[in-house]
């Protein structure tokens, strides 16, 4: 904190003025009552921040528990280096959360958490200090571990990406566009300037919408992570994984349901010939919708012989059957919605 020592000649009034944040950590939540306390009391903790000033930026997304109040209980004691604000923000869907959160944070740098994630104790630290030695990263995203409340399903690592799961071992590595691969907006920095410049104010995938049991997932529209990401890519600027920022995602039994986890992979599968072309130039794309649909032809094909004969016993199977088809699907769907407007 500046110190509220004045001198001759300076103004007192500029002198006790606090310095603008140069982080902040926006919290998205929806019903986050008991959820968020142990993600506060972590934030609360965190170490190596002495060389910085940040921020945590809380955006309620339209919750009708006690979120509000909760927050306004914390405020109350909370340490002023590293002050709470709250906002409400109505539309539903992490998409419209995360933007608001851009729109108001005071800072260049914005890293995101949920508020399922847990951080390490130099979270903020290590997320801050990274782009002070990549500048040209637009974005950087954390290395997430999995807080199971129930044993996974047999072969869950094949699937883990899909729950923000991201262990990519213990270097730093910078995410190659043409492998298609980026990581989840869980635990995800980025720069706020070029979100503001290269991310458009709408999305068209407007994300998980609610964080309940017994939410209707099919109402949500997933892969708002790559759609945000891939603008940030292609207009030149670097992805990057960063190891050294840890946390732990804490993932409940009912997100292990059959039917929670099979309508999550139809949704991924129908959205994914629009996050598909958001990389391809528009002549391009009759050509690279039929190498897709062709592509996944494939993809179902080999997926059947190989697990005919257990595909209906082993949930992964089924979970990875289902977004190949409903990939398949995805411009049928897309071109149907277009059609409808």
């Known amino acids: 904190m500046p110190s509220s020592q004045t001198f001759p000649g300076s103004n007192p009034i500029l002198a006790s003025k606090p310095l603008a944040p140069e982080f902040t950590v926006a919290i998205c939540t929806y019903n986050g009552e008991h959820r968020l306390p ?33 927050i306004r209980n914390y405020q109350l004691d909370w340490p002023q280096e590293y ?6 923000e109505a539309r539903q869907g992490s998409a419209y959360a995360r933007q608001r959160a851009v729109q108001e ?16 104790l130099d979270w903020v630290a290590a997320a801050y200090d990274f782009a002070q030695t ?99 890519q292609n207009a030149g ?16 039994q009912w997100r292990f349901e059959r039917d929670y986890l099979i309508t999550m992979f139809r949704g991924i599968g129908l959205s ?6 958001l990389s391809v130039k528009p002549w391009q794309r009759p050509i690279a919708a039929l190498a897709y649909i062709l592509n996944d032809i494939r993809k179902i094909v080999w997926h059947w012989l190989k697990y005919r004969t257990s595909i209906r016993r082993d949930l992964v199977a089924t979970c990875e059957m289902e977004l190949f088809r409903h990939s398949l699907l995805s411009p ?3 071109w149907k919605k277009i059609l409808r407007q």
Request: hydrophobic share 35%; charged share 25%.
């Open 38 to 70: 142990e993600v506060l009391e972590r934030l609360r903790s965190q170490v190596n921040t002495e060389h910085f000033h940040w921020e945590i930026l809380l955006v309620d997304n339209n919750s009708t528990d006690q979120t509000a109040e909760l």
């Open 83 to 88: 002050p709470i604000r709250y906002l409400f």
């Open 105 to 120: 944070a005071k800072s260049e740098l914005i890293g995101f958490l949920d508020d399922d994630n847990i951080p390490a």
């Open 134 to 232: 990549h500048p040209r990263a637009g974005a950087y995203a954390s290395q997430i571990h999995g807080d199971f409340e129930v044993e996974p399903p047999r072969n869950f690592k094949r699937i883990a990406g899909f729950l923000a799961i991201t262990e990519r071992g213990p270097e730093p590595l910078l995410y190659n566009p043409r492998k298609k691969l980026l990581p989840p907006s869980a635990g995800l920095v980025v720069r706020k300037s070029v979100w503001g410049q290269h991310v458009p104010q709408t999305f068209t995938l407007k994300g998980r919408v609610g964080q309940s049991q017994g939410q209707a997932i099919a109402a949500s529209e997933p892969g708002e992570d790559l759609e945000l990401l891939l603008h940030i």
């Open 237 to 252: 600027w670097e992805i990057w994984y960063n190891p050294d920022m840890e946390m732990h995602h804490k993932i409940p």
């Open 272 to 277: 994914r010939y629009y996050t598909r072309m």
């Open 332 to 334: 049928f769907h897309h």
